[in-house]
Every structure is written in C-alpha cells, then in structure tokens.
C-alpha cells in the first residue's frame, strides 16, 4: 500500500506576480492568486492556462519560491487552479513567507472539538458558559487576542 506523507496545508489568499518561462526561453508574467501553501508546494487561481511542467516562481516575504507546475483544472467562470511544486531547494515556512491572509484549517478542527465538547458539558448541572471558561482557562495571548 502506497502511504503518502501528510503535508500540512495552510489555507491562505494573496496575489502574486507569477514568472513563467515558458519551454523555448520565453519568459512572461502574469498575476495570480495564492490558494494553499505547504513546505513543498502552493495551489494558485490564475485566469490564464498554464502548461504542466512549466518553470514557474513568486515572492513572498522577501523569498523567491520555485517550482513547476504539476497539475491544472481548469473551472468554468472561474479560471484556472494550478498546483506548483517547488524545488527541492525552495521550502516554504511560516517563518519564512507568512501571505496576508494565512488561516490554518487545524484551528477550525479544534475549534469545532472544543464546541462539541462544551455543547456535552452544558447539558451537566455545571452549566459551562463558554465565553466564561475562555476567559478564565485560556493563556494570556489567547485572552489578549481576542478580549483586549
């Protein structure tokens, strides 16, 4: 049985000027908007096709990021979402290239947990209030964060 590695996808939005060079040396430029990124690759939407195979590369925080592309589907009245895989050389990190908008989907998995769990905890005679244990239970950047 085939057991992939599991990547750990951050979901994330930022436009980005994509450089291609195309097969024959042709390079060009096009815009782009940064989906998904991992320490390996990125999904991009762009409006345009783009080969598999082609070189591609962006900034991102001061950080060259290249690859090729490895896939492409095209989405009809949306445009083109295209996977990049980057050189082995090229890695990304959060500590290296944080995009504007970076949400990771783990925190809405334990998101969803802690609410199931008090949602089973307030059906107890305790009556947990959410809001009450948060502020009371949860470290000091976490209360900053989100209570001032």
């Known amino acids: 049985m085939d057991h992939k590695p599991a990547r750990r996808i951050m979901l994330c939005s930022e436009i980005v000027s994509l450089h291609l060079e195309a097969q024959k040396g042709r390079a ?3 815009k782009g908007n940064l989906e998904e990124i991992w320490a390996s690759g ?11 195979y082609t070189s591609l590369s962006f900034l991102g925080g001061g950080c060259q990021f290249r690859g090729q592309v490895v896939a492409q589907t095209l989405r009809k ?8 895989r980057f050189h082995p050389s090229c890695r990304w990190s959060e500590q290296r290239y944080r995009p504007q908008h970076l949400f990771n989907p783990l925190v ?7 609410e199931t769990t008090l949602c089973a905890a307030k059906g107890r005679s ?23």
């Open 108 to 114: 809405l998995l334990a998101n969803r947990i802690f």
């Open 77 to 84: 009245g949306i445009g083109y979402i295209t996977e990049m």
């Open 28 to 30: 060009r430029e096009l």
């Open 126 to 148: 305790d009556q947990v209030r959410p809001h009450a244990f948060l502020r009371t239970a949860a470290p000091a950047s976490f209360k900053s964060a989100y209570w001032g």
């Open 42 to 52: 990125a999904v991009l939407w762009t409006e345009e096709r783009i080969r598999n």
